[in-house]
C-alpha cells in the first residue's frame, strides 16, 4: 500500500494560517475516522498533534486543528508562530492487512 | 508516566541481524489499550512503521518489510523487541519505539507516546 500522499512543503508569514493535506484512499483515510497528525522538531521524537480526524490531546495548542473531506485529510495552523516551523506527518489505520500507513511528510517553513 | 526507552547496538554489518529492545515503563506492557510499536526514519527522510505487537502475541507488519521482521514481547521484563534481517545499507536509520492506542475494535488510533530513539547504522 503506497504512503498517504502529502505536500513537501509548505510556508507561511507568523500570524497567518496554513493548511496541510493528506490524501489517502478509500481503502484507509477514506474509510475509517482514524487519521493523525504528528509535528517533529530536527533531532526529536514525533509528537502526536491531532488524533481521530480532528481531536486534540491535551497540552496542544487549540491553533492546531484537523478536518477531513472524503479521502483528503487536512491539518490547519492558524496565527502562525516561529516554533511552529517543523516537520509534519499524517497517518491513518489501512485495515487490517496493512494496520497503519504514514504519510510522506510536510516541512512548514515560518517566513 | 509513560516512559518508552529503545537500547541496541548502534552498528550492524551487511546481511547480519538488527536487535533493538524497547524498555516500557509507567504501565503495563499488558495494557487492553495498546500496540507497541517500531518506527523508523532514515537520515533526511520521513516516518516508516515497521511493525506492532499487542501483549498476547498479536502482530502486524509493514508489508514491505514483513519477510525480514520479528516483533516479540516479554511481559515478564515489560519490554518488546525488534529483529530485522538481512540488512543493508538502507536500513540506516533512527529507530524509534511508540505505543500505538487502538479502538474497541482495535485499530490503530494513534501513536502517543514515543520513545528519544536511537540510531542504527548498517556498515562494514
Known amino acids: 500500500q503506497s504512503a498517504l500522499t502529502q505536500p513537501a512543503s509548505v510556508s507561511g508569514s507568523p500570524g497567518q494560517s496554513i493548511t496541510i493535506s493528506c490524501t489517502g484512499t478509500s481503502s484507509d483515510v477514506g474509510s475509517y475516522n482514524l487519521v493523525s497528525w504528528y509535528q517533529q522538531h530536527p533531532g526529536k521524537a514525533p509528537k502526536l498533534m491531532i488524533y481521530e480526524d480532528s481531536k486534540r490531546p491535551s497540552g496542544v495548542s487549540n491553533r492546531f486543528s484537523g478536518s477531513k473531506s472524503g479521502n483528503t485529510a487536512s491539518l490547519t495552523i492558524s496565527g502562525l508562530q516561529a516554533e511552529d516551523e517543523s516537520d509534519y506527518y499524517c497517518s491513518s489505520y489501512a485495515g487490517s492487512s496493512t494496520f497503519v500507513i504514514f504519510g510522506g511528510g510536510t516541512k512548514l517553513t515560518v517566513l | 508516566q509513560l516512559q518508552l526507552q529503545e537500547s541496541g547496538p548502534g552498528l550492524v554489518k551487511p546481511s547480519e541481524t538488527l536487535s533493538l529492545t524497547c524498555a516500557v515503563s509507567g504501565v503495563s506492557i499488558r495494557s487492553s489499550i495498546y500496540y507497541w510499536g517500531w518506527i523508523r526514519q532514515p537520515p533526511g527522510k520521513g516516518l516508516e512503521w515497521i511493525g506492532s505487537?499487542?501483549?498476547?502475541?498479536?502482530?502486524y507488519y509493514n508489508p514491505s518489510l514483513q519477510s525480514r521482521v520479528t516483533i516479540s514481547v516479554d511481559t515478564s521484563k515489560n519490554q518488546f523487541s525488534l529483529k530485522l534481517r538481512s540488512v543493508t545499507a538502507a536500513d540506516t536509520a533512527m529507530y524509534y519505539c511508540?505505543?500505538?492506542?487502538?479502538?474497541?475494535?482495535?485499530?490503530?488510533?494513534?501513536?502517543?507516546?514515543w520513545g528519544k530513539g536511537t540510531t542504527v547504522t548498517v556498515s562494514s
Open positions: 511508540a505505543t500505538l492506542r487502538v479502538t474497541t475494535n482495535y485499530y490503530y488510533n494513534y501513536m502517543d507516546v
Open positions: 505487537i499487542y501483549y498476547s502475541g498479536n502482530t
